[in-house]
Nanobody, 127 residues
Framework: QVQLVESGGGLVQAGGSLRLSCAAS????????MGWFRQPPGKEREFVAG????????YYADSVKGRFTISRDNAKNTGYLQMNSLEPEDTAVYYC????????????????????WGQGTQVTVSS
């Protein structure tokens, strides 16, 4: 079992920045691929970014590419999502997720591929 707890959400003006954290406990986080998803109001959950357990491979949704950066610190059992140039369309509940993968370079983009989820953190971007 892996427990995930997100933090760092809040209210920010358009153009601002936030850094989300995902603290993991339980099994060895360093062998789990990690992803960030979000669910805007009234919409379905969508993929935002993914990172392999080695940290060497990342992938982003087109809507956040160039503005968001996913990273991880396996020594601290923590993942991050740095969000810059935030837009009102980024308003959503953000979730981190983890899944055990065999290969260190694997990235997962579908929510059904993930085994563990955090409770979510609200990000609100005002115009």
């Amino acid at each position: 079992q892996v427990q995930l707890v997100e933090s760092g959400g809040g209210l920010v003006q358009a153009g601002g920045s936030l850094r989300l954290s995902c603290a993991a406990s339980g099994r060895t986080f360093s062998r789990y691929a990690m992803g960030w998803f979000r669910q805007p109001p009234g919409k379905e959950r969508e993929f935002v970014a993914g990172i392999s357990w080695s940290g060497g491979t990342t992938y982003y949704a087109d809507s956040v590419k160039g503005r968001f950066t996913i990273s991880r610190d396996n020594a601290k059992n923590t993942g991050y999502l740095q969000m810059n140039s935030l837009e009102p369309e980024d308003t959503a509940v953000y979730y981190c997720a983890a899944a055990n993968t065999v290969r260190p370079v694997t990235i997962l983009r579908a929510d059904y591929e993930y085994d563990y989820w955090g409770q979510g953190t609200q990000v609100t971007v005002s115009s």
